[in-house]
């Protein structure tokens, strides 16, 4: 029973994998506000009905990439030890994340641009965001259990640091991947540490 529920669960991801590279491929090449669900449908070779089945929109579609990166994300973060402190588990966990992913996704760098030219896009993958924000935070408050500044301190934590990525990432694009990305995302969490004040 259990490797039909595998397979099973292999063939939805191919799926949502098969739309999301879809919607980027036509964004891309027509401009997002060209893109309609059943041409997305009609280039991963799936039915209309099938898109809805999971995705709510092309804009869901597009921004599927991020889940699957979150997600990576926060399984490392919770293999990391019990004992390294919060900031410390999260930099270390992204940059560990960044040196597996190896060379970067050109699919990811397409969708960071795309993502700079419709701000609405922006504006819904930071509400996306939201959940993993709480479930950072979750796994912050953990390693510190009893520190007198929750819940701010690790939902603040969380933000911070998600918008560190986001905007290390930006910048890294824009400036042509220069640097090792590992090497940039640990300088830019690095930044975020330090007190602005």
Do not use: C
């Amino acid at each position: 029973m259990e490797p039909t529920t595998t397979l099973r669960e292999r063939k939805k991801e191919a799926t949502r994998q098969a739309l999301h590279e879809a919607v980027l491929r036509l964004a891309v090449e027509r401009g997002l506000d060209a893109v309609t669900v059943d041409a997305i449908a009609d280039e991963a070779n799936v039915s209309r009905r099938t898109f809805s089945n999971y995705f709510a929109n092309k804009e869901d579609a597009l921004l599927y990439g991020d889940r699957v990166r979150v997600n990576a994300l926060l399984e490392l973060l919770r293999a990391r030890p019990a004992a390294e402190p919060p900031w410390q588990a999260l930099t270390n966990t992204a940059v560990s994340h960044f040196e597996q992913i190896g060379e970067v996704d050109p699919n990811w760098v397409a969708q960071t641009r795309l993502l700079r030219r419709h701000p609405s896009l922006l504006a819904q993958q930071a509400a996306a965001q939201t959940s993993l924000e709480q479930e950072l935070a979750v796994e912050v408050a953990a390693r510190d259990p009893g520190h007198p500044d929750e819940p701010m301190r690790s939902r603040v934590l969380a933000a911070v640091f998600l918008t560190a990525l986001r905007t290390v990432f930006g910048l890294w694009v824009e400036q042509g991947g220069g640097t090792a990305l590992p090497v940039a995302v640990r300088a830019g969490l690095d930044r975020a540490a330090e007190p602005f004040a």
